[in-house]
């Protein structure tokens, strides 16, 4: 079956300094990769969708200059948490969509990021 | 605005029996409804709806759509320990497949 990695699986950074966090669709092409963020005990909530090859289209209120996506391959999509606050503390997951059945999104096993 | 809600919230019960979780929307233009089941991290896909009436089957788990009342359930029958997780669903409102999480079903199945 269709499998997304993602690294690292935990990170701990200090306030003001900058995280990445990459997702991989292992055995399959990815066109589009979403990113979602996961408070304890909420929901996921898009951030921000990913297309190889162009720019990423963010979600309201997801600040595109702090949360920057780069999906340079369809196997490869990163984001990279600029300028991390406490309150970026929070669950990292992305999801990938395969070229052939867009409606399934195969998750990531999520990156836990925090703040201290 | 697009929401997805999800009841109960929380969820206890004892091996075999059958529970039903609900998840009810409002989207501006429907195009799917899923299902997934999210353990301790990653959700995995369960069922993708989009035809109201025709129902989903798994094993011991089923789901059925109700466009005109905009809900969906899901059954899981003769539950077992395994089956505790959180139950997602999700809604595509535009046919972009970026999907609406509703926040989710706590199952706990007790031995």
């Known amino acids: 079956g269709a499998v997304v990695s993602q690294h690292p699986s935990w990170v701990i950074c200090k306030s003001g300094t900058s995280v990445k966090i990459e997702c991989r669709s292992l055995?399959?092409?990815?066109?589009?990769m979403f990113w979602y963020r996961q408070f304890p005990k909420q929901s996921l909530m898009l951030m921000a969708t990913s297309n190889e090859g162009s720019k990423a289209t963010y979600e309201q209120g997801v600040e595109k200059d702090k949360f920057l996506i780069n999906h340079a391959s369809l196997t490869l999509s990163t984001l990279t948490v600029t300028s991390a606050h406490p309150e970026d503390s929070s669950f990292y997951i992305c999801?990938?969509?395969?070229?052939?059945?867009?409606?399934?999104?195969?998750f990531g096993p999520g990156t836990r990021l925090t703040v201290t | 605005e697009d929401k997805v809600v999800q009841s109960p919230l929380s969820l206890v019960v004892h091996e075999g029996d059958t529970v039903t979780l609900n998840c009810s929307y409002e989207?501006?233009?429907?195009?799917?409804l899923l299902w997934y089941k999210q353990e301790k991290k990653a959700p995995t896909f369960l069922f993708m709806l989009t035809s109201s009436g025709i129902e989903k089957k798994s094993g011991r788990l089923s789901s059925i759509l109700d466009k005109k009342e905009l809900f969906s359930i899901l059954n899981i029958t003769a539950t077992q320990t395994g089956d505790s997780a959180v139950y997602l669903c999700?809604?595509?409102?535009?046919?972009?497949?970026?999907?609406?999480f509703g926040t989710g079903t706590r199952l706990k199945v007790l031995a």
């Open positions: 999801s990938a969509s395969e070229v052939r059945s867009s409606y399934e999104q195969y």
């Open positions: 999700a809604v595509d409102p535009s046919g972009t497949y970026k999907y609406i």
């Open positions: 055995d399959f092409q990815a066109t589009t």
């Open positions: 989207v501006t233009n429907f195009r799917s």
